[in-house]
């Protein structure tokens, strides 16, 4: 399922937008709603399915008939899924007691009567409603799943609400790891990115943007604010979500930016330093000029235990387009557990500091002569630097 909020949904449910002013009331618009709809039983509801060997579950459903003054309105989907079948109080990810919590609602939604339930969001639902143990997971339980329709207006509120009937599946379930959500990834791309070649290599010519300083991010969806910080040469970038991704971008109509548009145009600044914000929760997109000082380093050198401190690794350029400065620095390499740090080949100027983790490794942002960087898993790390702002991924591959 993919995560639906069009702008035409965003339109067609703007409709219900109710003004304050009570001599407006006469004209706003009443939506009418169902009161039930029909989710249909799925081809496994006679027999058992293996969470661990499933990709995904296919369901359908009826399109319940949303209207307002006689025109018809899209609704957004929501799954739920209880394994007591009693849909009494949601599991709530930002509190910090679910007791009692019988039903979660999956992240994904969809605008569509069609749907395919990824077995691991089942999974994820049942480790948060029965928080077992590892070595406690049982082989077999009985899964309740029903669909939430609303209508969702242009500032995001639910309008609607209607519940369909409960299907029933057994599944066989697999111990999940509970964490937040990570930050909802976008990548930068075009001639002003990387190596300017539009390709979905990363970092080389996809570059992945980085999580803004201290936001508090949606634990639930990963939604939040995203930066990046660096030189443009004035030949044109865009923002895509994932590698081939091509319909969920951010480019440019005229001086708007718009968000996927699939015949927007390139996003052109005049050459200079700029930070682009997006923020993927309230979907709004700046790109303004950095006005700080920039020092531009011939070279970047990641050094810590893994080489007994020695400046003999150095990162290679992200920026390799003309007439643009580098300020990102990537390598591919194993490492061990223990302390590492950046600098310029001295001491001169050095980057270290504390950690978040993330599903695929952590992130941070180093300050000079900050702390050594700690390495807990030792692996394979795809590791990103910008020496601007200080932030250093490490994606364990």
């Not at 019988?102 to 749907?115: A, G, I, M």
């Not at 005229?254 to 979907?283: C, Q, R, W």
């Not at 007439?323 to 600098?343: C, Q, R, S, T, Y």
């Not at 978040?356 to 394979?380: M, P, Q, R, V």
């Amino acid at each position: 399922m993919n995560k639906i909020f069009s702008n035409i949904m965003l339109f067609a449910a703007g409709v219900l937008s109710m003004t304050s002013c009570s001599d407006d009331r006469d004209s706003n618009p009443t939506l009418l709603q169902p009161t039930e709809f029909k989710l249909n039983a799925p081809s496994v509801a006679n027999g058992t399915v293996d969470l661990s060997r499933t990709e995904s579950i296919n369901l359908t459903w009826s399109q319940p008939q949303y209207t307002a003054d006689n025109a018809p309105v899209i609704a957004t989907y929501y799954v739920q899924v209880s394994t007591k079948g009693t849909f009494e109080k949601v599991y709530d990810i930002a509190a910090e007691d679910n007791t009692g919590a019988d039903y979660v609602t999956l992240e994904e939604t969809t605008t569509e009567c069609k749907s395919g339930i990824l077995a691991t969001s089942l999974a994820k639902a049942l480790q948060q409603l029965n928080v077992w143990e590892e070595n406690a997971v049982p082989g077999k339980v009985e899964l309740s799943i029903r669909l939430k329709a609303a209508v969702i207006d242009a500032g995001m509120n639910a309008f609607g609400e209607v519940v369909s009937n409960v299907i029933k599946i057994n599944a066989i379930p697999y111990y999940v790891e509970l964490k937040d959500a990570d930050p909802d990834w976008w990548y930068l791309i075009g001639g002003d990115i990387a190596d300017g070649k539009w390709a979905d290599d990363v970092p080389t010519s996809l570059f992945p943007m980085q999580p803004q300083k201290d936001y508090e991010f949606d634990k639930k969806t990963g939604d939040g604010e995203l930066v990046w910080t660096g030189y443009l040469a004035g030949n044109g970038f865009k923002l895509k979500k994932a590698p081939g991704d091509w319909d969920h971008q951010w480019g440019m109509n005229g001086s708007d930016f718009v968000e996927n548009d699939g015949g927007s145009g390139n996003i052109t600044m005049a050459p200079g330093y700029y930070t682009v914000t997006l923020n993927t929760g309230k979907h709004e997109l700046k790109v303004e000029p950095y006005a700080e000082s920039v020092t531009t380093r011939a070279q970047m050198y990641i050094l810590g235990d893994f080489n007994g401190w020695s400046q003999d690794t150095p990162m290679n350029p992200v920026t390799t387009v003309a007439g643009a400065d580098n300020h990102d620095w990537w390598i591919e390499m194993e490492l061990p557990a223990g302390g590492v740090k950046f600098n310029q080949g001295d001491w001169d100027f050095n980057i270290g500091g504390p950690v978040t983790t993330l599903s695929d490794g952590f992130y941070g942002y180093g300050t000079h002569n900050g702390e050594n960087i700690t390495i807990e898993t030792a692996g394979k790390y795809l590791i990103i630097l910008n020496d601007i702002t200080g932030y250093y991924r490490f994606i364990l591959k």
